[in-house]
């Protein structure tokens, strides 16, 4: 017996035991029952969304279920149903009256949601999607319609079968639309009814909802009738699609920027071909040469496009559009313009949103269309706001680096550490620089074309892409993801300049802003400062001394001034490179280092001045928190973002600065909390594992014996 056939013979076997078994499967909705031959104007069809009996707001005589108590009937339900079917009815409603039936009724956490056939005393020629006949917020209908004023009776017909919903009134035929592809996809991410998954679709056990929106409503007639599905209406989507999702930075109580790119396909080639492995010997003779053509092609197997390699997600013109709204005020929705995606810019596309509320949880929206105008892809995603200066606000936070694709430690999900991390529900989250390497195999990115090609494949890795497209994030930038290793301006790699890559990374392929530091203040007693660790930095060869420099004048003068004019309990300063250290002895592109130690003793002589100032770096590929011996001032690395990337540091190897040394990947976190009736402020930092295990714990202010 087919599963319809087996609903069927069950739904007819319980028609008789209505008043008792009709609800006896409420807590999952799925036993679907028929109500062709039942009343439907019986006060037992109808219960409560607690599965309760009916209340006597509601009253049921003469063939007719009337709402007589606005406010103390609440909204009613019918039994699970069919999900295909043709339902009409009568209906009639006093002047200024708003209410509606729902059809295709689930629970979504907790609450029951549903299309809506609105009923509301509206002009006949409105096409809004909130007057009569719409599919509530979502398809408005027909201006050319009959519609009877209030106390009089109208005619109203649902017709709902596989994807295609359509609306009927006073027998013409008003609204329609599809339940499939990019364009109601679009239509659901926009509408109140955002993040429900499945919200609408053809899923047995729906149910009916008779809703007490505040007015008088009389219905009666009810005609009821499962139909068969209809086949599919879905064609599948050409694209452009939105395998990067989205990402920002730059958040403070007010703006952020957000950054987006349109693609060819929906996610990354998870099979595509392997490159031409070189031999770090041969690529470091290949970083002189400048033709791209050649240093691309000895890459690629014979015959072979750069898309169809493993991870490719090649980029596709279109038009994009952010929308967003405070969590849960859909009603204060803003949309942005339209931007035109092309290849000049990798098909990317950023906003700066401004004015927005501190503190606050944000859903963002963003379409994808065709050039053509035609809807192609939607997503929703979130960020949060930093609170006012003066808020006292328990903060979490995150701080990673290093990553890259022939290093992440998930498979094709990507990264272990990003579902980790969400699990602590960060505020924020730093990355803190080497977010992917140019000078590293398979490709080795000697050309603009491949260092694209990085980004658009690690972002496309699940994990990595679902986590910043949710979460607030800041974005620093460090030596492998702006050219090579240990670079500096003037410097090449293959085919590409430093300004090249300064200009790649600060302007398309991450939020932008000039100049690239900043310091945002997280509530009363957090402030952190991202700092610019690659565009004003000197020639690492030049000698030593009061010229030599990482940060640059201006941002070094920047850094002082607002470090000294903060009363924030706790300054963190994120940097891309550590200046405390330890460092091995061959390196020499940071502030641990002695090829910077003038400007380096400087930095930390400065902060050792500053109540409250740690420094949270990246770069390194061990995790590490330590004390500079000279003047006091703490360090924090939070070592590489995979368990196949850590190096350079040998195991047992502690030195009188460190408090805590492991050589393993993972991140940090940190918790600013507020304790007793004192308000006690804490910064609590954490070392994890890749899976999020806690493997040290800092407490500041550190209480002496």
Known sequence: MSLLNLHRSTLLLTLFTLSTCLYADTADDKQELSSEN?????????????????????????GQISLVAPRRGGNILSPPLPANFDLSWQWKIEKGVNSGLKYRVRRFEGRYLGLEYQLIDSKPDSTSDSSTAAVYDLVGPARDKTLHPPGQWNQSR????????????????????STEGP????????????????FGLPVPGGRVML?????????????????????????????????????????????????????????????????????EQQARKLADEKDPEKLLNLQLPNGASLDEMLGACPGAPGKVRLSYHPVGQHQRIKNTHWITTSAQSDFTAQWKLESLKANSNYVTIVEAQTLDGEPSAVLRGAFRTAPESDEVQDVNFCITTCHDFIR?????????????????????????????????????????????FKWGRIFALPNNRRFYHHTTSYFIKDDHDTLANDCWPGTTFGSVTFEEGVQLFNEEQFPSRDPRYKSIRWGRDLEIWILEGRDYRSPNHMPDGPEKSILGKEQKAWLFETLASSD?????????????????NNKK????????????????????????????????????????????????????GSEKHQMGWKRGDERPAHQF??????????????????????LTIHHHDVSGKQVSRFVFPIKKD
């Open 38 to 62: 039942a009343d439907w104007t019986s006060r037992g069809f109808w219960r409560t969304d607690d599965g309760d009996p009916v209340p006597s707001g509601w009253e049921f005589t003469d």
């Open 158 to 177: 649902i017709v709902a079968t596989g994807s295609r919903i359509t609306h009927y009134l006073n027998g013409d035929m008003v609204a329609s639309v």
């Open 183 to 198: 364009a109601w996809e679009t239509r659901i991410a926009l509408s109140k009814f955002g993040g429900e998954i499945g």
């Open 211 to 279: 809703t007490d929106h505040g007015g008088k409503v009389t219905f009666r007639n009810f005609q009821f009738t499962e139909v068969d599905a209809a086949a599919s209406e879905q064609t599948l989507p050409t694209g452009p699609f939105l395998a990067n999702a989205t990402r920002n930075s730059w958040a403070d109580q007010n703006s952020i920027v957000l950054w987006t790119r349109t693609t060819r396909n929906p996610e990354m080639l998870v099979d595509g071909r392997d490159f031409v492995t070189l031999a």
């Open 408 to 452: 992440r430690d998930d498979g094709m999900n990507g990264h272990k550490i990003y579902p980790a991390m969400s699990e602590l529900n960060p505020h924020f989250v730093v990355h803190a620089g080497d977010i992917e390497y140019y000078d590293k195999p398979d490709p080795w990115a000697l050309t603009k074309s491949l260092m694209r």
């Open 568 to 584: 924030a309990k706790f300054k963190l300063i994120c940097s891309p490179t550590p200046i405390v250290g330890p460092d091995r």
């Open 589 to 640: 592109d940071n502030h641990a280092n002695d090829t910077y130690a003038y400007e380096g003793n400087e930095i930390r002589e400065q902060l050792a001045t500053i109540p409250g100032a740690i420094v949270l770096c990246g770069d390194r590929h061990w995790q590490y928190a330590s004390v500079d011996g000279e003047t006091g001032v703490w360090e924090f690395g939070c070592g590489p």
């Open 661 to 682: 040394l492991r050589v393993d990947g993972g991140f940090l976190s940190g918790r600013v909390s507020h304790h007793g009736n004192d308000q006690e402020t804490r």
